[in-house]
């Protein structure tokens, strides 16, 4: 079944701790991305990558970090959370390389919670 | 203000109602995507558009690249109908990069 993953599903973290949110992909789509999701603001792009070793920043990029060293996956890591990136965090795939003009697939969404 | 609004932010509704959800944006787009997101929290693509009109099942999606406009349409609405309804367009930079830029989303409420 085409899909894609994200682990985990719900974190509760404290301020600080290093965290990685992790992102799969069994389409081989060359265009991934992560979201942010917060009331009132709407989806907001993170980071964005369209190959291999290739990825870019959003509009929210401060205080992520991500790689792209396999096509399939494409992990989120927070090297020092705060509070205000307690969200909800979905990531995103498509076959296209500019990710805008083909169906995106969204993963299942990370609920995350900075104390 | 947002380069994308969308209106209005809820629709409650009975049961066969036709619905309408509109979004309009401000700047250059060359595509245009219509999301919606179930009450447990998952995102599915519905429709991508650049032109013209789509139609799945009971739901249609229209633009109008010159008035700035789409549309979402549910005719025979139905309970399951329930979701948040989001439209995402693709905003070119003044750098020529490409962006999914998206709305804050409907809330539509299916009554039975």
């Known amino acids: 079944e085409a899909q894609v993953t994200q682990n985990p599903r719900y974190l509760i973290t404290v301020t600080g701790k290093k965290l990685t949110v992790t992102c799969s992909q069994n389409m081989n789509h060359e265009y991934m991305s992560w979201y942010r999701q917060d009331p009132g603001l709407g989806l907001r792009q993170i980071y964005y990558?369209?190959?291999?070793?290739?990825?870019d920043k959003g509009d929210v990029p401060e205080g992520y970090k991500v790689s792209r060293k396999e096509k399939r996956n494409f992990p989120l890591i927070l090297e020092s959370p705060s509070p205000n990136q307690t969200s909800l965090y979905f990531c995103a795939s498509s076959s296209g390389t500019s990710g805008a003009t083909d169906t995106q697939y969204f993963g299942p969404g990370t609920r995350l919670t900075v104390l | 203000k947002n380069e994308v609004e969308q209106s209005p932010q809820n629709l409650t509704a009975q049961e066969g109602e036709f619905i309408t959800i509109n979004c309009s944006y401000s700047?250059?787009?060359?595509?245009l995507h219509w999301l919606q997101q179930h009450p447990g929290g998952g995102i599915v693509s519905l429709f991508m558009?650049?032109?013209g009109k789509k139609k799945h099942g009971r739901l249609i999606a229209t633009i109008n690249i010159q008035e700035k406009h789409s549309s979402l349409h549910i005719t025979a609405s139905h309970p399951r109908d329930s979701a948040v309804y989001i439209c995402?367009?693709?905003?070119?930079?003044?750098?020529?990069?490409?962006?999914?830029?998206f709305g804050t989303g409907t809330r539509l409420t299916i009554i039975p």
């Open positions: 990558s369209m190959n291999v070793e290739v990825t």
């Open positions: 700047v250059g787009i060359s595509a």
């Open positions: 995402a367009a693709m905003v070119i930079s003044n750098f020529g990069n490409e962006k999914l830029t």
């Open positions: 558009l650049s032109s």
